[in-house]
């Protein structure tokens, strides 16, 4: 299962905000990065290996949805 999270941090401490739904602008773009907002797999089916991709389907509010491959890459602070 993929979940989209929003890191937020309040002080010296990280924490992660689940998202129901990401609002992206019309003619706009919303970036997807570590330590920001990201896609985060809970208990993935096969291991997730370095450089590799694994495919996220993404629904929109329009009822179509699109697959995407996506590189696996290690989260580095
Ligand atoms: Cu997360």
Do not use: C, W, Y
């Not at 401490?13 to 990401?22: A, N």
């Not at 797999?41 to 096969?46: F, G, H, I, V």
């Not at 997730?48 to 890459?73: A, P, W, Y």
């Amino acid at each position: 299962m993929a979940m989209l999270h929003q890191t937020r941090k309040h002080g010296d401490k990280v924490s992660m905000d689940h998202l129901d739904l990401l609002a992206v602008p019309a003619q706009a773009s919303v970036q997807l990065t570590p330590g920001g907002l990201h896609i985060m797999l809970m208990k993935p089916a096969q291991e997730l290996v370095i450089d590799s991709e694994v495919k996220i389907t993404f629904s929109f509010s329009d009822g179509t949805t699109q697959h995407i491959n996506l590189s696996v890459k290690k989260n580095e602070p």
